[in-house]
DNA sequence: CGGTATTTTGAGTATCGTCAAGGCCAGTGG
DNA sequence: CCACTGGCCTTGACGATACTCAAAATACCG
């Protein structure tokens, strides 16, 4: 379902994307020239499972949903990707995951055929892709080890703590204040259950437990206060992480270097 | 810690390893030169995590697993590596996670450094080592899903299937007997419990629970013969795989298409 | 055959899933 | 403008599941 009424002489921007800036300029004149700017509303499906997936996808604003949909029309979230983060399968067939919008949300897109033909041409790109995928690929992994926490509090302990360290520099989903840090919830408490392996009602109870215990504060629904970080990453199972990893000024700012 | 004493002069097969086959005989040619083959007994350590991590490395023979190390010195399994699965950070730092040895294996390193080198030479090379990337990343969010069943006995069945769609061409782990598979486990109780994120009782349990059900039949500790394939798949809350795809025969032997 | 590690079983408790009900908010239609 | 509706979040009570601690049984290895 190509949309090419929509505003074909958009500029599409992406030199300030990670790793964009620092291609050729032959090589950004020619993403420039295949490259289109979408929006789309929260909760529109953006690409489907199955279908040719003939685009190649950079998250430019807002946040998109990774999902399986089970058989009985449940729909499970396999991950989240914000700014900078891509999708699509390169030199290959479909997408195994469908991707829908969380929040509204901007996309820049590439036509495959056409990407993959730049791609051929510039080892640089093909590094810049490397790389994605290997940040993705450690990203799943360190999600895996929060799912394998065994209890609900600690999955949501690192739940939060990912969020901290991964979105820290997105929207105005983490602002730091003074000692705290203040943390948005970008997805609803029905998807952070199939997220978390876990019912509503065990979300709800462990996120208000870690409240009466003082490690966060629950301002909104959605909107939490981390009081005690040192404490959440404990819960989490992941002490090496309650250091000074977490605040983007204070140290080393890598991701998890287990 | 060179072991350039270790038979400098073996011929380093690969073309049978998928992908690399249809390589270019240069780029084969060139990748045999700086290609080692290296044994290692069950619990050595393979590669370790902060290090400098010069190699890639590409499993021949035997499982690996890929791990955690926490704080504490337990350490977490966070991926098992088969024939075929490669480790090892292109064009980037040290590894994420440490490599060890599951069972005595048989591994293929290759210098990073000059692996790079061909890799900018080749795009049949950097498109292998992608679809390899996006296939591990797969991989990782399908293990997501099976960690996301909020029963034991859910991800326990889950694992299993796993262990069938993935390892059934590996060694002696998967072997079709008639209407049923016989199924070797290939990690310890305490590995997997890990895993799943469960204790090494409520896993005892969970499989007891599926035994005295009749979905599976307990051999040995670490041999399990699965009677009721379907109703597994069941149990995993993926019904999308209970039908034909398992089977590598009967059908469509594709990755779980979600 | 004996010793050790692994796996299994048992009993008690904490946690979590399940069912049910209530509050809050946004959107809808009178 | 206000009642109504439906989705989401929360709370409560109860039963199922899983974790904890402890001990027994089994498999593994010399």
Redo the contacts between chains.
Sequence with gaps: MEQTDQVPGTPCLFEDLPGFGTLPEAVRRDLAAICRLRTYEAGQTIAQ??APSDVIGVVRDGILR?Q?????GRQ?V??LLVAGDMFG????G?L??PVEAATDAKVLTFRRAAFETIL?RS?EL??L???H??D???R??A???I????KVRGRLAGFLLLLCRRFHRVDQLVAIKGPTIRLRIPISRPDLA??????VESISRALHALADDGLIEILLPDLVEIRRIGALAEEA????LAGPALMPDHGAGR????
Tied chains: 1, 2.
């Design positions: 499972a199955g990774l399986k949909t089970l058989p009985d499970h396999v991950g399968r390169l030199f290959d479909p195994h995951f051929l080892s093909d590094r892709m490397l790389r995928l290997m993705d690929l450690d799943a992994r999600w895996m080890i799912l394998a926490n065994p199939h997220l978390l392996g876990a019912r199972g992941e002490p090496d991701t998890a270097s287990g």
